[in-house]
C-alpha cells in the first residue's frame, strides 16, 4: 500500500461514489478521477523533475513513480469502472501530451492484466481509442505511443477477442493499404491467441494478399513479411495441437491455397527489391512459408520452380547463409519425400554451392563458416538423389588447374563420403577415386592435404580396396618427401614450411589409419616405415610411425607372420637388433619430443623384444612398463632429465648383463658409435649417446676390440666443439670403470700415433676437415686423464693416479702455451682427481705431486686480471686449492696464510658486475663461493685464536677499503669465517684476551657503511663474537639483546643517515655493556685504528662508538686514561673533516670533565713545541667558561708552586727536555701558550668567562716571567707578532696584550723589536673589528714607548696622537680611558715634538674639559691626570710646579689656592698692564666678584678658602676644574670644590686675557667644538658644553659678537631646553638667558673700554 502522505496528496482517503457510464459532467464531479489524475501528476512531475535530483533523490523518485502507479492499479482492483473510466477521460483530453498517454495505457495493462471483470461499455470506448491512438502517427515519439496502443488491444483481446477482432477486422479492407499497426496488431494477436484466430486466418491472408501491390514502401513491406511470418509460425503452432481447439477443424489445404500466391509474389517481386533490409525480411519470411507449403506434393513442384531465383540471389548483398539455409529445407524435403528438384536444376545448383565453397568469403558476409557446414549439407542432401551427377560434376571440378577448386572439391567429396550416404555404390566410389586420381599430380600442399585426407576417409569408411595400390604410393611418396623437405630446410616460421609440416602431419595420421584399418598392408609398410625410423632426424615424425609399426607388429604377430617372409617380400633387409635397439634408446633419451615420442618407442621395443634381443625378453617385460609408467606420470614440464637417463642407462646396463659372454654388448657398441655423426652438437640425445657408449664399452669381454673403437672414436672426434670434446671424454672416463688398462693404454697410443713433440704438432693429418690445433688436443687430453681416475674402481686408482695419470697431465701443461682452455682444464683436472682421491675415504696415502700442483695453482691465481672477470679460472682454481688442501701431506701454517692472502688478493679488487650480463653475474657469485670455501677450509686447519686472528688481519685493510664492493666482500667473509669459528671452535676460551675488542673496534664503524648488505652483515658479525665472547655458542640466542640486535638490523635498510648512526649507537650501547673490562681500552684502541682509513661515514661512526663507549664505560677507566688520551692524540693528526675532529675532541673533553688532573698533566707532558692538534684540545677545554677557569687555576696553582723548573734550561732543546717530563715546566713554557695560541673558541670563552683578568693572566704570562722570556723570546715574538694579525679578534687581542708585556719581562729587548712592534701597534689601533684589541694597542702602547728612544718614534708620534684623539668620545668606556691616558703619556714623552703636540693639546682640550664630567669615574680621573699633564704646554710651569707638589706633599688646599691665584694674578696682569687696566678690573672689583661666591681677597692678594663647607661655583666653572692630579682621591680636603673655582676663576682671566691679545678666533673655535658636544649621549657633557658656552660668551667682547653664528646657538639652547635631563635643562636655561643678554648689549652699542685700556702703551 501506498504512503499517507501520497495518498493524501492524491486525493485517496475514504469511500469513491460510484460513478454509473461515461458522463462526462458525472465524472468531472467524481472524486475518482481527481485522484487519478494527482497521481499521473505525480507521475509526470517525477519524471520532469528527475533530471535535476541526485542518485540518490533520482531513486526515491522512480520510486515514488511506481507507488503512483502501483495505488490505481490497486484502486481498480476494487473499483475497475470507475478507474478506467477516469484513465479514458483522461486519454480523450486535447491537451494530454504524448508521455502522458503512454502513462495511462502503461496503466491500463496492468489493470486488464488483473482478475476481474471490465464494463463492457469502457471497453469498447478504449478499443476505439486505442485503434485510434495506433493509426495517427504522427510523429516518432507517437511510434511509441503507437505500439503502447498496439499492446493494449492485445492485452484487452485475452477476455474481449471479439471486440478487438471486429475492430481490426473493421480496419483491414480489400485493394485498401491498411495501417501497418493494424498488421503488427493483427500478428501479435494472433501469436497470443492461436486458437481464437484461426477462424479469421483465412480471410485475413485473402485480405493481405490484395493489398500487397499496394504496398511500396521499404517499411511497409518488411512488416508484412514480419506478420506473414507470425501467421505461418501461427498455423504451424495450431496444425499440431488443432485437437485443443474448441472451434471447428480447419486443414492445411485450408490456409495453403492462401500461402502459394504470397510466396510467389515475395519470390518473384519482392525478392528483386534493390533493398537489403527488404530482401532479408523477405527471406526469413520464406521459411515458415516453406514448412507449409512442402509438405503438400501438389505445390512442391511449384515451390521447386523458383529455386532459380533463389540461387539468383547470392550474387546480391544478403547473407548467403540465409540462402543456402532455405536450399537446405528444400533438398532435404525432397530428399525425404523422395520428389526431387528437377535434373535441369542440378547443374545450377551444384555451380552455386560449388562456388560458396570454393570462393573465399566476402568481407561482409559474417556466417562464412556456418554457411559452409550449410553447403555441405545440401551437397550430401544432392548426393542421395543424384550421386552420379554429383560425381560426374566434381570430375569436371578436378579437370581445372585452380587450387581452390580442387581442395574445396576434395573437402566436398570427403565430407560427402564421412556421411555414409547409402545410395554410394561401386559405380559412384569408382567415380569417387577418379576424381582423386586426377589430382595426385599436383605440387601444391592444400590439395596434397585434401587428398590425403580424402585417402584416409576412404580408409574409414570401409573401402580399404580402394585405395590399395595408388593410395598405398601416393601416402608413402608424401611421407617420403615431406620427410625429406622438413629435413633439409632451416627451421623457420614461413608459410612454406608450416604448409610442410602440416602435410608432414597429416601422412603420418593417414598412415595410422591405413596401418590400423587397411588389412594386407604390413608387409607392404613395414619395411618403409622401419626404414624412415632408422633415417630420418624429423622428430615429430617417430611417434606416428613408431604407432604404426607397433600395430603392424600386432598384426603380424595375430596374422603369425615371420619376419623372415617379411624379409623376403622386403626390398632391403632389415635393420640389425643392434642398430634398432641403438637408434631407439638413443632418441628415448628426450621422450617428450615429438608428441610424447618415448611412450610410444617403449611400446615397440616391447612388442618387438622377441625379434631384438630374446634373452632379455623376460626382462623387457617388466621394466618397460616400469619406464612407461613414469612418463605417463610426468610431463614435459615435470619430469627430471638426469633422473629419466639414469633409469635408461639402469636399464642399458641390466640388459647387458643377460648377454655378458657373447659379442652383443661390442655390437651394440659399434652401432652407438657409429650413430654418432647422426646428432647434432649439441643436442640431448647426443649427450645421451656418448654416456651410453661408454657403459656399453666397459660392459665389453674383449678388449683389442675396445682399443679399436676408442682409438676410432678419439680420432673421429672434433676437439673444437666443446660438445663433442666433452662426450668423448665422459664416454671414455665411464668406459675406465672396468677398462682402466685399456683406456691408459689407448691414450698413450694416441698421443704416439699423433706426435706429440714440443716442436711439431702436425694432428690435421689425421683429419683434414678438423684441423685440430694443439692447445685444444692437450686440454682434451689433461681431461681425459682426469676422467679416467674419476670414474674408475676404487682399488685402481692409487696405483696410476700419479704415475700413469698427474705425470701426464703435469706434462701436458707444462708443454702447452698455458691460455685459458689449458689452465681451466688443468684445474679441472686436479679438481677431478683430488675428489676421487677424497672419495676412497681415509687411506694411508700421500700425495706426493701436491706441492708442484700446489705451486701451480698459484701462478694461475696471481695471473688473472684483477679489472675484469671473463672466464671461472680463479672461480675453479680455488675449488681445486679446496680440494687439494684436504689431501695429505697438509700444508703448513706460511702455506696456509699465502693461500688466504693470494686467494683474498685475486676475488676481492674485481669491481662489481653490471646489469647487463646474468653469465658474468654468476660468475662472480661462483669466485666468491669458492674463497668462502677455501677460506673455511684453511681455517679449519688452524681452528683456534690464533688462526682466526690471522684470518682476520688478512682482511684488515679489505674491511678499510674506500671502494663499496671491497668491503663488502670483506664483511661476508669475515661473516662466514666466524660462523664457521663458532661451529668448529670447542675450546673453553675461543677467543684470546683482547681479540674480541679488537675485532669489534676493527667491524664496528660498518654498521653506518653507505651499503645496505654490509651494514646488516656487520650486525651477524657483531652477533658471532658476542656468541663467542660468553664462551657458549648458544647464549645469545633467544635473549632480549638477540631480538634487539635483529630490530636494529631490520632497521638498518633505511636510507636516512641520522637514523642510521642512531642505530649504530644502540648497537654501541650494547656492546659497550657485553664487553669485559680488560677489554675496554683495546675496543676503543681498535676503534681509533679506524679513522681515516675508509670513508667519512666510518669515521663518523668510530667516534660515535668511541663517546658511546667513553660515557657508558669511562668510569671505570680512570687507570687507563693516559693510555686513551695518547692513543686519541696519535689519530687526531689524520682526522681533518669537522665532522669527526669535533666528536673526537669531545671524547677528550669528558675524559677531562671526568679526570682533569690526569688529562691536563698528560697534555702538559706532549713535547714543545705544541702542534695545533694539542692547541685545538686546549681550545676546545676553554669552550665551557667554567670549566676553563678550573683549568686555568690549576695551571697557576702548579705554576705558584713551582715558579723555577727542576734544572735552569740553558737553551731551547733544555726547556723542551724539562717540559716532557715535568708538568710544571710544561705550564710555564708551553700551558699558558696553547690558550695563547688556542683558536678564537678557547680565547673567546676566556674573555665571556674569565672577564679581562684570568685571559691576561695566562695568555701573557710568558713575557711577564724574565726567565722563561729570555729564553723563548725568538721564537715567541714572531709568533705574537703572527697571531697580532690573526683573524680572530680574541687572539688579537692576546697577541698584542703579550707584546705589550715584553717591557716587563724583556725591557732591555724592546729596542731590538721596537720596529715590529711600532708596526703591530699601529695596525691594530686600526682594528676595524674589535674595540678590545684597540683598548689592548694603547694599553700595550703605555708600557712601551716609555722603553723606546725619541729619535725611534718617527712619525709614530704623530700617528699615536691623532688617534688617540679619535678615541676621547668613543662610547666605550674602555677606549675613553686608555685614550686619554696614553694621551697623557704622549705629553709626557712629547719632547722633540713639542710644537706638535702642543697643536694637539689644543685640539684635544675641550674634549678633555668636558669629559672632567665623563659619567665613567675612571675616565674622569684620567682627564684630570692628563689636564695637569697638559698644562706646561700652554704656558704655565709653574702653576704645574705648585699642583704637583700640593698633590705629592699633601700641603694644605688654602696655601695652594692662594699660590696659585697669585701667580695666575702676577703671569696675567704684569705691572705695564696693571697700569693700563680698565677701572674695574682691580683688586677691589676682582674681590667684589669673588665675594659672592664665598672667596675673600686678602690685602697680599691672595684667595682664602673658608674650611667651613665645601664651596659652590657658578655652573660655567665646574667643567674647568676637576681633580688635576692622578691618584687624588675624593674627599682628600673640605674645600675641594673651592679648589674647582678658584682654578676656573684664573681661566677666565686668562680667556680674558687671550681676548685682550686680540685672539677671537680661538674663542669662536672653543664654542663651536663645545656647540658639537650638544648631542652628546651623556647628560653631564651636554651640561658643562652649555656652561662652557656660556664662559665665551661673557668674555667675547660686544664687537666681535658679530663674527659669532648667535642664531644657531639659540636654536641649539633652545631645543636643548626639551632634554629629558633637569641638569642639561637648567644649564641651557642660564646660557640662553646670559645669551639674550649680550645680544642686548651688542644692540646698545656698548662702548669696548676693554680693547683700549689693554692696548700698548707707548714707550
Known amino acids: 500500500m501506498g504512503s499517507p502522505a501520497l495518498l493524501t496528496s492524491a486525493g485517496i482517503g475514504g469511500h469513491l461514489p460510484h460513478m454509473p457510464g461515461c458522463h462526462q459532467s458525472s465524472l468531472a464531479l467524481s472524486g475518482v478521477y481527481q485522484q487519478v489524475t494527482n497521481l499521473l501528476n505525480i507521475v509526470d512531475e517525477d519524471d520532469q523533475e528527475g533530471s535535476g535530483l541526485s542518485s540518490q533523490e533520482g531513486h526515491g523518485s522512480k520510486m515514488r513513480k511506481a507507488l503512483a502507479s502501483m495505488i490505481i492499479i490497486q484502486k481498480a482492483n476494487a473499483e475497475p469502472s470507475e478507474v478506467m473510466t477516469a484513465l479514458i477521460h483522461s486519454l480523450q483530453l486535447e491537451e494530454i501530451s504524448i508521455k502522458r498517454k503512454v502513462s495511462i495505457y502503461t496503466v491500463l495493462q496492468g489493470i486488464i492484466q488483473q482478475e476481474g471483470e471490465l464494463d463492457e461499455e469502457c471497453v469498447q470506448t478504449l478499443v476505439n481509442l486505442a485503434s485510434r491512438e495506433m493509426r495517427e502517427i504522427q510523429e516518432i515519439e507517437g511510434y511509441l505511443l503507437a505500439e503502447m496502443a498496439s499492446d493494449t488491444l492485445v492485452a484487452l ?307 580399404q580396396e580402394r585405395v590399395r595400390g595408388w593410395g598405398l604410393r601416393y601416402v608413402s611418396l608424401q611421407l617420403i618427401l615431406s620427410t625429406y623437405r622438413l629435413m633439409n630446410s632451416q627451421e623457420s616460421c614461413s608459410q612454406a614450411d608450416l604448409e610442410e609440416k602440416m602435410v608432414h602431419k597429416v601422412t603420418m595420421d593417414t598412415v595410422r589409419i591405413i596401418t590400423a584399418s587397411v588389412s594386407g598392408v604390413i608387409n607392404e609398410f613395414w619395411l618403409k616405415l622401419l626404414g624412415y625410423i632408422m633415417e630420418t632426424e624429423y622428430t615429430e615424425a617417430l611417434t606416428p610411425i613408431c604407432n604404426s609399426l607397433t600395430n603392424l607388429a600386432e598384426r603380424q604377430r595375430q596374422q603369425k607372420e615371420s619376419n623372415t617372409n617379411v624379409g623376403r617380400r622386403g626390398q632391403v633387409e632389415l635393420p640389425a637388433p643392434q642398430k634398432l635397439l641403438a637408434r631407439l634408446l638413443v632418441l628415448l633419451s628426450a621422450p617428450y619430443k615429438g608428441e610424447g615420442r618415448g611412450v610410444a618407442m617403449l611400446q615397440l621395443l616391447k612388442t618387438l623384444h622377441q625379434s631384438i634381443a630374446p634373452s632379455m625378453a623376460d626382462l623387457w617385460e617388466i621394466e618397460i612398463p616400469a619406464l612407461i609408467q613414469y612418463l605417463e606420470e610426468h610431463t614435459q614440464y615435470t619430469w627430471n632429465q638426469k633422473t629419466w637417463e639414469d633409469k635408461l642407462i639402469q636399464f642399458l646396463r641390466i640388459s647387458l648383463k643377460r648377454t655378458q659372454g657373447t659379442t652383443w654388448s661390442l655390437r651394440l657398441s659399434s652401432e652407438l658409435n657409429r650413430q654418432i655423426v647422426s646428432y647434432e652438437s649439441p643436442s640431448v640425445e647426443k649427450a645421451f649417446l656418448y654416456r651410453a657408449l661408454g657403459f656399453t664399452l666397459a660392459a665389453g669381454q674383449e678388449a683389442d676390440k675396445v682399443e679399436t673403437q676408442l682409438m676410432e672414436l678419439l680420432h673421429k672426434t672434433d676437439y673444437g666443439n666443446d660438445f663433442d670434446r666433452e662426450g668423448v671424454i665422459l664416454c671414455l672416463g665411464l668406459c675406465a670403470r672396468g677398462q682402466v688398462v685399456t683406456v691408459l693404454h689407448v691414450l698413450q697410443e694416441f698421443e704416439e700415433k699423433i706426435q706429440e713433440t714440443e716442436d711439431s704438432w702436425h694432428i690435421s693429418a689425421w683429419r683434414s676437415d678438423h684441423p685440430w690445433r694443439r692447445e685444444v688436443v692437450k686440454s682434451a687430453l689433461m681431461v681425459m686423464y682426469s676422467s679416467v681416475a674419476a670414474h674408475c674402481h676404487p682399488r685402481m686408482l692409487l696405483s696410476c693416479v700419479e704415475g700413469d695419470i698427474t705425470r701426464k697431465i703435469l706434462h701436458h701443461y707444462a708443454t702447452s702455451c698455458q691460455d685459458v682452455s689449458l689452465k681451466l682444464a688443468f684445474v679441472q683436472s686436479i679438481s677431478q682427481i683430488c675428489l676421487a682421491i677424497q672419495a676412497l675415504g681415509k687411506v694411508d696415502f700421500d700425495y706426493t705431486y701436491k706441492p708442484e700442483l700446489t705451486a701451480n695453482l698459484m701462478v694461475i691465481l696471481k695471473t688473472e686480471p684483477l679489472d675484469t672477470l671473463v672466464y671461472p679460472v680463479r672461480c675453479l682454481t680455488m675449488n681445486a686449492l679446496w680440494h687439494l688442501s684436504k689431501l695429505r701431506p697438509p700444508f703448513t701454517l706460511e702455506e696456509n696464510h699465502e693461500l688466504m692472502d693470494r686467494s683474498v688478493q685475486c676475488v676481492f679488487p674485481l669491481p662489481p658486475p653490471g646489469e647487463d650480463s646474468e653469465q658474468v653475474k654468476t660468475l662472480y657469485e661462483n669466485s666468491m663461493n669458492a674463497l668462502m670455501r677455501l677460506m673455511q677450509s684453511l681455517l679449519e686447519r688452524e681452528l683456534d685464536p690464533k688462526g682466526l686472528q690471522e684470518a682476520f688481519h688478512l682482511l684488515e685493510k679489505w674491511l678499510h677499503s674506500e671502494k663499496d664492493w671491497e668491503r663488502e666482500r670483506a664483511v661476508m667473509l669475515s661473516l662466514h669465517l666466524l660462523q664457521v669459528y663458532r661451529e668448529g671452535v670447542t675450546i673453553l676460551i675461543p677467543l684470546k684476551s683482547g681479540q674480541f675488542g679488537t675485532l669489534i673496534g676493527l667491524l664496528a664503524p660498518h654498521t653506518c657503511d653507505s651499503q645496505v648488505r654490509i651494514r646488516q652483515s656487520t650486525i651477524d658479525v657483531i652477533c658471532c663474537l658476542l656468541d663467542l665472547q660468553v664462551s657458549r655458542p648458544w647464549s645469545i640466542r633467544d635473549t632480549v639483546m638477540e631480538k634487539l640486535l635483529l630490530d636494529v638490523k631490520d632497521d638498518l635498510k633505511t636510507t636516512d643517515m641520522e637514523k642510521i648512526y642512531s642505530l649504530s649507537s644502540k648497537i654501541a650501547k650494547v656492546i659497550s655493556k657485553e664487553v669485559r673490562w680488560e677489554e675496554l681500552v683495546i675496543l676503543l684502541q681498535s676503534t681509533c685504528e679506524s679513522l681515516g682509513a675508509t670513508n667519512l661515514a666510518h669515521d663518523k661512526a668510530a667516534v660515535l662508538w668511541l663517546n658511546t663507549i667513553l660515557r657508558l664505560r669511562g668510569h671505570e677507566l680512570e687507570d687507563k686514561v693516559p693510555e686513551i688520551l695518547s692513543t686519541i692524540l696519535a689519530y687526531l693528526p689524520s682526522v681533518l673533516h669537522p665532522d669527526v675532529r669535533r666528536p673526537l675532541v669531545k671524547a677528550v673533553l669528558w675524559l677531562a670533565h671526568s679526570y682533569q688532573e690526569t688529562v691536563i698533566t698528560s697534555l702538559l707532558r706532549q713535547p714543545l713545541p705544541l702542534d695545533s692538534n694539542i692547541t685545538e684540545l686546549w681550545e676546545a677545554l676553554a669552550e665551557d667558561s667554567t670549566f676553563a677557569r678550573k683549568i686555568l687555576q690549576a695551571l697557576m696553582a702548579r705554576i705558584q708552586a713551582k715558579k723555577a723548573p727542576r734544572s735552569s734550561p740553558t737553551s731551547k732543546k733544555d726547556v723542551w727536555r724539562l717540559a716532557a717530563v715535568d708538568p710544571i715546566t710544561v705550564s710555564q713554557c708551553g700551558g699558558l701558550e696553547l690558550l695563547r695560541w688556542g683558536g678564537g673558541g678557547s680565547c673567546t670563552a676566556l674573555g665571556r668567562g674569565g672577564g679581562l683578568g684570568a685571559a691576561p693572566l695566562g695568555c701573557s704570562s710568558l713575557m711577564c716571567d724574565p726567565v722563561l722570556c729570555r729564553k723563548m723570546l725568538k721564537s715567541t715574538v714572531p709568533k705574537l707578532a703572527k697571531g697580532a694579525s690573526h683573524v680572530h679578534s680574541t687572539l688579537r687581542l692576546l697577541s698584542i696584550r703579550a707584546l705589550g708585556n715584553l717591557a716587563i719581562g724583556a725591557p732591555s729587548k724592546v729596542k731590538r723589536y721596537q720596529k715590529l712592534l711600532l708596526k703591530k701597534f699601529l695596525c691594530s689601533l686600526s682594528d676595524p673589528i674589535s674595540t678590545q684589541v684597540i683598548s689592548e694597542t694603547m694599553v700595550a702602547l703605555t708600557k712601551v714607548l716609555g722603553l723606546m728612544a725619541e729619535e725611534d718614534l718617527g712619525s709614530s708620534f704623530e700617528v699615536i696622537s691623532v688617534q688617540c684623539r679619535a678615541f676621547f668620545d668613543d662610547e666605550n668606556e674602555t677606549l675613553r680611558l686608555q685614550a686619554i691616558i696614553l694621551f697623557g703619556k704622549l705629553a709626557i714623552w712629547a719632547g722633540k715634538k713639542r710644537d706638535f703636540f702642543k697643536m694637539e693639546v689644543r685640539k684635544s682640550w675641550i674634549p678633555l674639559i668636558l669629559h672632567l664630567e665623563d659619567p665613567c669615574p675612571e675616565v674622569a680621573k684620567a682627564c684630570e691626570a692628563t689636564i695637569c699633564l697638559c698644562i706646561p704646554f700652554w704656558g704655565w710651569r709653574r702653576l704645574q710646579i705648585t699642583l704637583e707638589k700640593f698633590v705629592n706633599e699633601g700641603i694644605d688646599l688654602s696655601l695652594f689656592q692662594m699660590e696659585m691665584c697669585s701667580y695666575l694674578t702676577a703671569w696675567l696682569l704684569p705691572p705695564p698692564v696693571q697700569a693700563t687696566a680698565p677701572p674695574w678690573l682691580t683688586r677691589g672689583s676682582l674681590q667684589a666678584a669673588l665675594a659672592p661666591q664665598g672667596l675673600l681677597w686678602n690685602p697680599a692678594g691672595c684667595c682664602e678658602v673658608p674650611r667651613a663647607q665645601p664651596l659652590r661655583l657658578p655652573g660655567q666653572m665646574l667643567p674647568f676644574m676637576g681633580h688635576p692630579l692622578e691618584g687624588l682621591r675624593e674627599g682628600l680636603w673640605p674645600g675641594l670644590e673651592a679648589f674647582q673655582v678658584l682654578l676656573c676663576k684664573q681661566l677666565d682671566i686668562v680667556f680674558y686675557f687671550i681676548q685682550a691679545r686680540k685672539d677671537p678666533v680661538l674663542l669662536d673655535t672653543f664654542c663651536a667644538e663645545a656647540i658639537g658636544y650638544y648631542d652628546s649621549e651623556w647628560a653631564r657633557i651636554k651640561a658643562a658644553a652649555c656652561t662652557f658656552t656660556g664662559y665665551i660668551l661673557e668674555q667675547v667682547v660686544p664687537q666681535n659678537l658679530g663674527e659669532m653664528d648667535l642664531e644657531r646657538l639659540g636654536q641649539c639652547l633652545q631645543a636643548l631646553q626639551m632634554d629629558p635631563e633637569p641638569i642639561v635643562q637648567n644649564a641651557a636655561k642660564e646660557t640662553l638667558s646670559l645669551l639674550q643678554g649680550r645680544e642686548l648689549e651688542k644692540s646698545e652699542n656698548m662702548p669696548v673700554a676693554l680693547e683700549e685700556n689693554l692696548a700698548p702703551s707707548e714707550p
Not at 497470443?192 to 477462424?199: I, K
Not at 506478420?227 to 495450431?238: D, G, K, L, R
Not at 563458416?369 to 550430401?380: G, K, T
Open 157 to 463: 483481446s485475452r477476455n474481449h477477442f471479439n471486440l478487438v477482432m471486429y475492430e481490426l477486422q473493421h480496419r483491414l479492407k480489400p485493394l485498401i493499404l491498411t495501417d501497418e499497426f493494424v498488421l503488427i496488431t493483427l500478428a501479435n494477436l494472433a501469436n497470443a491467441n492461436v486458437f481464437e484466430f484461426m477462424p479469421y486466418m483465412g480471410i485475413t491472408l485473402a485480405t493481405i494478399f490484395t493489398m500487397l501491390r499496394l504496398a511500396r514502401g521499404a517499411k511497409m513491406r518488411q512488416v508484412f513479411c514480419s506478420a506473414m511470418e507470425t501467421f505461418c509460425e501461427a498455423i504451424q503452432f495450431y496444425l499440431k495441437h488443432w485437437e485443443d481447439s474448441v472451434y471447428p477443424i480447419m486443414t492445411g489445404e485450408h490456409f495453403m491455397n492462401k500461402l502459394l500466391p504470397m510466396y510467389r509474389h515475395f519470390v518473384t517481386v519482392w525478392l528483386r527489391s534493390e533493398n537489403t533490409e527488404v530482401k532479408l525480411a523477405v527471406i526469413k519470411s520464406l521459411r515458415p512459408m516453406l514448412s507449409l507449403l512442402l509438405p503438400i506434393e501438389e505445390l512442391r513442384e511449384q515451390v521447386y520452380d523458383y529455386i532459380p531465383l533463389l540461387l539468383a540471389e547470392y550474387q546480391g548483398s544478403v547473407e548467403a547463409l540465409f540462402i543456402t539455409q532455405i536450399l537446405r529445407q528444400i533438398l532435404e524435403v525432397s530428399v525425404s519425400s523422395n520428389t526431387p528438384v528437377p535434373k535441369m536444376q542440378l547443374h545450377t545448383i551444384f555451380t552455386e554451392l560449388h562456388f560458396q565453397v570454393c570462393s573465399k568469403a566476402p568481407a561482409l558476409q559474417q556466417f562464412s563458416s556456418e554457411n559452409l557446414a550449410e553447403v555441405v549439407q545440401c551437397f550430401i542432401a544432392l548426393a542421395r538423389s543424384y550421386p552420379d551427377e554429383m560425381m560426374k560434376f566434381f570430375c569436371n571440378q578436378m579437370q581445372t588447374g585452380k587450387e581452390a577448386i580442387r581442395v574445396g572439391t576434395l573437402t566436398l567429396l570427403r565430407a560427402v563420403l564421412s556421411a555414409d550416404v547409402p545410395e554410394v555404390n561401386s559405380r559412384t566410389l569408382h567415380s569417387v577415386v577418379k576424381v582423386v586420381r586426377n589430382a595426385l599430380c599436383d605440387p601444391r600442399a592444400k590439395v596434397k592435404l585434401a587428398i590425403l585426407r580424402v585417402i584416409g576417409q576412404l580408409a574409414i569408411s570401409g573401402y
